[in-house]
């Protein structure tokens, strides 16, 4: 399934499936690599990987002055035909196109503090849920302010 939405802003083929175990919606940006995200629902999900795809630009941006352009669905599923892990990631996942969205403000880079056995069991966390360790701090902070 493929929503096509019109809009001048670059489009990114993201891979969307749901975990029963954990009750969760892990998201895949294809084009993308190491930019993931997720959530409680399908919506959240879709909702967060927008933001980490506008994470994702801002880091490659300040590292290399250099904005990714996205590969288009159609060669992503070209590629899936000779790789084995895109064929894989690609079963029975919803891809659909997203954008990094209109934020209400920029995404920033920070620089935290935390004891190393708890950031270990944060990541291990956000990698069970499909999440980079940024997508799921900003969840959790989210939920704690609200």
């Not at 630009?57 to 250099?66: M, Y």
């Not at 599923?77 to 403000?105: F, H, N, P, T, Y």
């Amino acid at each position: 399934m493929t929503q096509n939405i019109t809009s001048s802003r670059p489009k990114w083929s993201v891979a969307f499936d749901h975990d029963p175990e954990v009750g969760m919606w892990g998201a895949v940006v294809l084009d993308l690599p190491g930019c993931t995200s997720g959530g409680d629902s399908l919506e959240e999900a879709r909702s967060n990987v927008r933001e980490a795809i506008a994470i994702y630009i801002a880091d490659a941006q300040e590292e290399t002055g250099v904005v990714p352009s996205p590969l288009g669905l159609e060669n992503i599923l070209r590629i899936a035909e000779a790789d084995a892990d895109m064929r894989e990631r690609l079963e029975g996942a919803i891809v659909l196109e997203s954008d990094a969205g209109e934020l209400k403000s920029r995404s920033v880079r920070v620089q935290i503090t935390m004891n190393e056995g708890l950031l270990a069991r944060v990541d291990q966390v956000a990698e069970s849920v499909g999440m980079n360790r940024s997508a799921w701090l900003a969840e959790a902070a989210r939920r704690l302010i609200a």
